[in-house]
């Protein structure tokens, strides 16, 4: 498999939920977007500074004005992510920029449907026991 670039983007999605009358406000981030780059990790690279420097998260575009330029923070952590801090009037969001490689990629794979006699058969055996979880290569061996 040759190395495919990707710029991927993350926003932190708050939310505000008021459980038992205490008001919470639940951050999760969520991919945004994925930008298809190529073979070249420093063109990879140099579009993810690109993307951190100007992309504009969802939140604000939807309350910006022509001509608004809003506050932005933004950092390199070691691992090479930006963490980037972008503030508008009384809005405030942060997104995540990294520049990634593809490693892997698999097409989803559905099972062919149940014939009568099967849904029948399971409706009277029960479910199929569930998949095992994951587990290490190393422990895989010592169950």
């Known amino acids: 498999m040759t190395a495919e670039w990707y710029v ?4 932190d999605t708050r939310t505000t939920e008021s459980p038992d009358g205490v008001e919470l ?6 991919l945004v977007g994925t930008h298809h780059i190529g073979q070249d990790e420093a063109e990879a690279v140099a579009a993810a500074e690109d993307a951190a ?17 809003p506050a932005r ?4 952590a070691q691992d090479g992510a930006w963490v ?4 508008q009037r009384h809005r405030e969001c942060h997104i995540r920029v990294t520049a990634a ?5 698999q097409e989803e794979k559905e099972a062919p449907p149940k014939s009568l006699k099967e849904k029948l058969r399971s409706a009277l055996e029960g479910p199929p026991p569930l998949p095992k979880p ?6 895989r061996g010592q169950d």
């Open 8 to 11: 991927l983007i993350e926003e």
């Open 25 to 30: 406000k639940l951050h999760r981030w969520m």
């Open 53 to 69: 420097m100007n992309y504009m998260p969802g939140v604000l575009a939807r309350h910006a004005r022509p001509g608004d330029e």
């Open 73 to 76: 923070h933004a950092f390199l």
């Open 84 to 87: 980037v801090l972008v503030r």
């Open 101 to 105: 490689r593809l490693v892997h990629s």
């Open 134 to 139: 994951w587990t290490p290569p190393k422990q």
